[in-house]
Structure formats: C-alpha cells, structure tokens
C-alpha cells in the first residue's frame, strides 16, 4: 500500500511501527473492514445532520462596519500593546520547531493530527484583521481545544525522542490554552456565545466527527500511520478493544459538549469578565433579529 504513494513517502516514512500505537499492517487489521465502514457510516451522518440542524442558528453579533473594525483594533492596543504579536511570535517559533522536529524524522503526516491543526488557526486568527469570519472561526475552535487538555493531563511522549522534543510538547499545548483566554480579555470579535447557547459546539463536535472519519481515517489507511488513533487504540486507552472507537465517540460526544463551556467560565473568572448574556428568542417572523439589531443569523 505504501509504494502507491511513494510521492508523499517523505511525509511518514520515518514513522516506526514497532512502536505500538504508531500504525503499521497489525493496527490497520486491528478494527474488521465491515465493522469500520458501519462506524464510519454511522459517524459522518451523525456529523452531516449536527452540522445541518446547528448551523441555521448559529449567531453573531452584528456586522461590524469599518468604523467599528478600527475602534476594536485600537482598543486592543491599548489593553495590551503587543501582546497579540508577542503571543503570535511565541507560538510561530514553538510551532516552527515542532515542525522541523516532523521534518527532521520524515513524520510530517502527524501535523495533521487536530492539536497541530488548531495552532495553525490560532495562528491564522492571531494574525487576521478582526472580521466576522474570524469571530466564527475564534467561537468554533473555542470548542475544540479539550484535545489540549487531554495532551497535558494524559501526555504520550513516548515517541519524542530528539532533545528538547518533549518540552515543546508542553509548550505548544499550553499555548494553545493561553491564547483563547488572552483573547477573551480584548473582546471585540475574540467574543464567544451565551454558555446556555448549544449551537456552536453541536456544529463544531459534527466537524470533528467529519475530519477524523473521513480525513484522519482515510489518510491513515492509505498510509498506515495512526492519526490520532483512528486505525487503533493508545496502548494506555481504558477502552482498549476492538469496539474502542464506540466508546471514544461517546466520551469525546460528551467532553466536548461540556469542555468548551468550562473553559469559557474558567477563562470569565481568570480576566473578570461577565459571560456573554444569552441571544433573544426568535421573534414571530421566526428571525433571530433584534429591534436594536444586536444579533444576526451567521450569512
């Protein structure tokens, strides 16, 4: 299977499947064909139809105009001038280590797994003007970040082996925790929606459905490299087994409903500020408009 993509080789032919939980032919073999298809059957409808039901009720405050655009820039600076840049700077060159360190051993295909994936949109939402779609994007990702905190509370290190790999490790997950909550403290477009709204993190838990079953799943198969254990379980998984990817959808279903909003809180309290008020009922018109305008449908 591997020299059908000896062009991408580079990318994971450094990867050692003697060590367990890396991939390999035994961890391909490890879920039966008929048994991963039905999950992933299962899966990515379940994803398609929380995407489609939490998606029109997706809300944002409202289009912001370039006056309004100008005046978050300035005040941003003026709460802390150069911290944005600072923290920016921080997590390019923890990144960019990381990302010589996956050079360095030819495993590139592990910056696909989702942790690497959220630094580069911290990054992106780092360096954006404020927009709309950088607000969507801050209160999506919100809710994705119990990866990070998986990391550090339940590290796997044992594959960093290159001097100085492990503290990057930390620091790069830690970043990625810090960040937000830096964020948080500007306000502006880095606002995040009412604790009571669902919405955002039913859409965002359909989307990591989406990109393990389909992108993470099909990119390891042809490869054989286990992102992020999508072809077999961690060997420290308390559900290690051959229906482990059940049990995963389940427990990552209800971390994820309930870390986004923790976070939210716990980051309320370290910046004392008042969470964001609930948006109003529908009006008759079945709009999620105010009178004042001080809501809209995403568009």
């Given at each position: ?45 379940v ?10 009720r997706?809300?944002?405050p409202?289009r ?99 001097p ?93 409903l ?12 370290l ?29």
């Amino acid at each position: 299977m591997l020299d059908t993509f000896d062009i991408f080789s580079w990318t994971y032919s450094g990867v050692d499947f003697n060590l367990a939980g890396n991939g390999g032919e035994d961890c391909v073999k490890f879920v039966p064909p008929l048994q991963r298809f039905a999950e992933t059957l299962v899966m990515v409808c379940v994803g398609l139809l929380e995407m489609y039901l939490s998606y029109p009720r997706l809300t944002l405050p409202p289009r912001p105009t370039e006056g309004y655009r100008g005046k978050m820039e300035a005040d941003g600076l003026r709460e802390n001038p150069g911290g944005k840049r600072f923290l920016l700077v921080i997590l390019c060159v923890t990144f960019g280590i990381e990302v010589g360190f996956k050079f360095a051993t030819r495993q590139m295909i592990w910056v696909l797994n989702p942790c690497h994936v959220v630094t580069i949109i911290q990054i992106f939402i780092l360096v954006a003007p404020p927009s709309r779609l950088v607000q969507m994007i801050f209160r999506l990702h919100i809710h994705l970040l119990s990866g990070a905190t998986i990391a550090l509370v339940f590290p796997v290190i044992n594959t960093r082996l290159l001097p100085f790999e492990k503290e990057v490790y930390y620091l790069q997950h830690g970043l990625m925790l810090i960040i937000p909550c830096y964020l948080m403290n500007i306000g502006g477009v880095y606002s995040v929606e009412s604790l009571r709204d669902p919405h955002w993190v039913v859409f965002s838990l359909g989307l990591n459905f989406l990109y393990h079953f389909v992108v993470l799943q099909t990119l390891g198969l042809l490869s054989m490299v286990n992102l992020n254990n999508m072809l077999c379980p961690a060997v420290s998984d308390p559900f290690y087994g051959q229906f482990y990817r059940i049990y995963a959808s389940v427990h990552q279903t209800a971390l994820i409903l309930i870390h986004g909003k923790i976070y939210t809180i716990i980051s309320f309290l370290l910046i004392h500020r008042t969470p964001t008020p609930p948006p109003p009922r529908p009006t008759s018109q079945g709009t999620n408009k105010q009178v004042n305008g001080s809501v809209s449908k995403v568009n």
